[in-house]
């Protein structure tokens, strides 16, 4: 059966909807067109690069219609950079877009019926807002080191001096750092022939507290001329903690598990919530604290708590939510298969004084139960703030088995938040209130927490 387009000849299309990672999606004679940079709403000029049985991928060419959300990117590579997909769309539109995102996806995958209503709630100023970045470091044919972002779909560095989602004292990081290699002669780093030495920038600014770490990822024991590095790394305000990262594996992974302090404390502390936290190069923290607050606070607001509940919180990594949880709680067990975050986790409940909390490494599949049948703990309310793949089936039947009262779920990933709401659903589980918080502007991402209860309770 012949299709309607052909591969390298040019259609005109409307557009009627976003895709997943932000991509145009439209029809030409039924049969859908992706493409990059599209929006909603337009008439555009399409050139087909590719087609498969069902759908095809398109070039833009011209918008002969522009969508009303369409604005100029305030970043001059947002088209080429990785880093953003949607700084083409008005914020307005992103967040019609990202609550339409999660409606769909618990309509269509989750199997709920009239997800009506659903907001986004957004940020007041949506740039500027993350406190950890990751810089590649590559070498350019003629002019010298690259530091930035991966274009998109590949490993290709794009030159970046300035990020607007970056807090902007690593426009100042940057900079030291590329005339300091340039400089001294300091080598990249090759992922191809796994050689080089600098790999990564990474960096952490504590939004309240002021206090900034670098830290240096390198393919290799140490840096030459590090002194002079740090000394000029110092004259920047806030700067508290240089350290170097040891990655000589070949891997994609960013970080290596060694870390080696240049100069200053070996991590920086910030607060969220009231509470602070002790950062590390490898802590897992979220990277916009004003929108976290956002979405802890109402997870908390959704759980009700009157203050004599028991809760679990299944994926607690560093005692973030925990600790918010703890606050309003009796009692709160968090569980996390990562030791140096439960560690972390320890620490951060010592250094704030809340007593009515502990912490148990281990699979929550497996911990849980046995908190059960040793210490007879039954949970009021379960938390969950899975990875982006979600909870495994094991971990969903053993939130069944406990039965809880009430089930607070934060998700990154709608797709497989709709998956286990409709597993849980199965088990006798409802929906009660979903709310959408945009955590990652200009960005596809988007973080949800939903309130489930047993259907007879």
């Keep these: 059966m012949s299709l309607p387009v052909e591969k390298n000849k040019t259609y005109e299309m409307i557009v009627d909807a976003l895709g997943s990672n932000g991509e145009g999606i439209g029809r ?36 002969i219609s ?77 002019e010298g080191v690259k530091i930035g972002f991966y274009a998109k779909r590949s490993h290709r560095i794009i030159d970046t001096p300035v990020c607007y989602l970056q807090d902007p004292v690593n426009d100042e990081i940057t900079a030291i750092v590329r005339a300091f290699m340039n400089e001294f002669q300091i080598s990249a780093y090759d992922e191809e022939g796994h050689k080089g030495l600098v790999r990564h920038i990474l960096t952490r600014v504590g939004r309240n507290s002021g206090e900034i770490m670098v830290c240096i990822v390198i393919n290799g024991r140490r840096l030459p001329h590090s002194e002079v590095l740090v000394e000029r ?38 607060t969220l919530g009231g509470i602070t936290f002790e950062i590390s190069p490898l802590s897992f923290y979220q990277v916009n604290p004003a929108q976290t607050e956002v979405l802890y ?27 918010f949880f703890a606050k309003k709680a009796k009692k709160v067990f968090g569980v996390e298969i990562v030791p140096e975050a439960i560690a972390d986790a320890r620490r951060n409940a010592e250094r704030n004084g809340i007593t009515n909390v502990s912490f148990q490494v281990g699979a929550a599949e ?70 959408v918080v945009d955590q990652f502007p200009m960005t596809v991402h988007v973080e949800t927490v939903v309130l489930m209860s047993r259907v007879d309770k």
């Design 66 to 142: 522009p969508s009303p959300y369409r604005v100029e990117p305030l970043c001059p590579v947002a088209k080429t950079c990785g880093g953003c997909q949607l700084q083409h769309f008005s914020y307005e539109g992103q967040l019609a877009y990202k609550a339409k995102k999660v409606k769909d996806d618990l309509e269509r995958i989750g199997g709920l019926k009239n997800v009506d209503g659903l907001t986004a709630c957004g940020m007041e100023d949506p740039w500027r807002y993350r406190n950890k970045a990751k810089f590649p470091v590559g070498m350019g044919k003629d």
């Design 366 to 435: 497996e911990v849980i139960p046995r908190l059960f049948r040793e210490q007879g703990i039954r949970a009021d309310v379960i938390v969950v703030d899975p990875p982006r793949k979600g909870c495994d089936q094991t971990l969903l039947d053993t939130i069944t088995s406990i039965n809880p009262d009430k089930l607070v779920y934060v998700s990154c990933n709608p797709a497989t938040l709709a998956r286990d709401v409709a597993r849980l659903c199965e088990k006798g589980f409802e929906v009660k209130d979903v709310q």
């Design 297 to 323: 606070n109402k997870a908390v607001e959704m759980a009700g708590l009157k203050g004599n509940e028991t809760v679990l919180d299944l994926y607690c990594g560093i005692g973030t939510i925990s600790l």
């Design 233 to 270: 790394l110092q004259q920047i305000l806030g700067v508290v903690s240089v350290v170097l990262n040891i990655n000589k594996e070949q891997t994609n992974v960013i970080l290596g598990k060694k870390v080696v302090t240049l100069w200053g404390k070996e991590t920086i502390e910030d």
């Design 28 to 63: 030409i004679e039924g049969f859908t067109i992706f493409v990059e940079g599209a929006l909603p709403e337009e008439t555009i000029k399409v050139l087909i690069l590719k087609t498969k049985k069902s759908y095809g991928y398109g070039k833009l060419l011209e918008i």
